[in-house]
């Protein structure tokens, strides 16, 4: 696969809105953002369509959606209408994937675990040393979320699960930079609240 393909673009910029989107569902239900009537169920809906066409592009790239996702069900994340939405179809895209042999079930399974695993044991420290600041920005990094789909693009040499992980995030964190600056929040203060996106526990 050449390093600019059209896989990857597509992959690349679909994370990217995703990442957006998703932050964005979660501003309109947890921290105050309003725009037009409805704003927060289309926000849900875009998300649900950028999400399930990741999931059908690629095995290793429905790997990492599906793994997070229901990482996010698992650990009961997806608390509102347009996260529901979200969820539930990129679920339902993914078992149609994986009904056709379009799903990466090892990887699937490993980031699910990994997801499961780190996510219980950042929990355990963020409570049990919350006052220890440096500790604090570090676990905000979320470097697990980084590590698992890394990990599956070394494992299948292919750069996808990367890219897809890469520009979701930076979707995310462009958009909760740029709302953390619009309400004077900090960013640590603004990404403890329980949000459905790349950017949480």
Same mark, same amino acid.
């Given at each position: $696969?050449? %390093?600019?393909?059209?896989?990857?673009?597509?992959?690349?910029? #679909?994370s990217l809105v995703t990442g957006v989107v998703s932050k964005t569902s979660d501003l309109f239900n947890d921290d105050g953002l309003t725009s037009f009537p409805r704003a927060s169920e289309l926000s849900g809906l875009l998300w649900a369509l950028t999400g399930a066409l990741l999931i059908a =592009? !690629?095995? @290793?790239? @429905?790997a990492v959606w599906l793994a997070t996702v229901l990482y996010w069900f698992l650990r009961r994340k997806l608390d509102h209408f347009n996260h529901a939405v979200a969820g539930v179809t $990129?679920? *339902?895209?993914?078992? %149609? @994937?994986?009904d056709r042999g379009n799903v990466h079930l090892g990887g699937f399974? *490993? #980031? %699910? *675990?990994w997801l499961t695993a780190s996510g219980y044991a950042n929990t355990w420290l963020k409570e049990k040393y919350a006052a220890r600041v440096r500790l604090q920005k570090f676990? /905000? #990094?979320r470097l697990r979320y980084y590590a698992g789909p890394l990990a599956l693009a070394v494992y299948c @040499? !292919? =750069?996808l699960p *990367?890219?897809?992980i890469l520009c979701g995030m930076l979707g995310t964190e462009a958009v909760t930079i740029l709302w953390s600056r619009?309400?004077? /929040?900090?960013?640590i203060d603004f990404t403890g609240t329980p949000a459905p996106t790349l950017a949480r526990d």
């Open positions: $696969m050449m %390093f600019l393909s059209t896989e990857l673009v597509l992959v690349s910029a #679909l =592009i !690629d095995p @290793a790239v @429905a $990129m679920c *339902a895209t993914g078992l %149609f @994937a994986a399974l *490993a #980031l %699910f *675990a676990l /905000r #990094l @040499a !292919d =750069i *990367a890219a897809t619009k309400t004077s /929040r900090s960013v």
